[in-house]
């Protein structure tokens, strides 16, 4: 058992990636922007509302497409504005499927602190199928952008 473990852990880290530097604020604004042209004619699978000072995630599963391709890679661009971070996360989808599977876990919880909000089934990731997720800026100049290829 513990070397079907290992294994497993190997696999998630050739396929994985998460890389954290420090950017200048206007190199983080350009990368956003690039991502943001990319996804430009489409609308994201979920946005986090704002009502009364409480933050709720909203998820458009009316506008889910019929019969989407698959998903291999789940992707982020988040930059953390105190900090003058900007971290790259790719994450093989079924790793974060087995991850998110049976309530284990939210995809919040694979993202950079304070996007804890982020709670997502597995499903609803199949169902939109590759492309924007999220995009996201915070109050406090945090942002976060999810994408699935």
Not at 6 to 25: D, H
Not at 85 to 110: I, Q, S
Request: charged letters at 20%; aromatic letters at 6%.
């Amino acid at each position: 058992m513990l070397v079907v473990g290992m294994g497993i852990g190997v696999v998630v880290l050739l396929q994985s990636s998460v890389r954290i530097s420090r950017a200048a604020p206007a190199d983080a604004v350009s990368r956003f922007a690039a991502l943001q042209k990319r996804f430009s004619s489409e609308r994201a699978l979920m946005e986090i509302a704002t009502n009364g000072g409480k933050r709720r995630l909203v998820v458009h599963r009316n506008a889910l497409p019929d019969s989407p391709a698959p998903i291999a890679v789940v992707r982020g661009l988040a930059w953390h504005e105190s900090n003058r971070t900007l971290a790259e996360v790719r994450l093989p989808f079924w790793f974060v499927r087995m991850k998110l599977a049976g309530g284990r876990g939210t995809l919040g919880a694979l993202l950079p602190t304070g996007w804890d909000i982020v709670q997502l089934e597995p499903d609803d990731l199949v169902r939109h199928g590759p492309g924007l997720l999220l995009d996201e800026q915070a109050a406090n100049g945090d942002r976060l952008l999810l994408w699935a290829e």
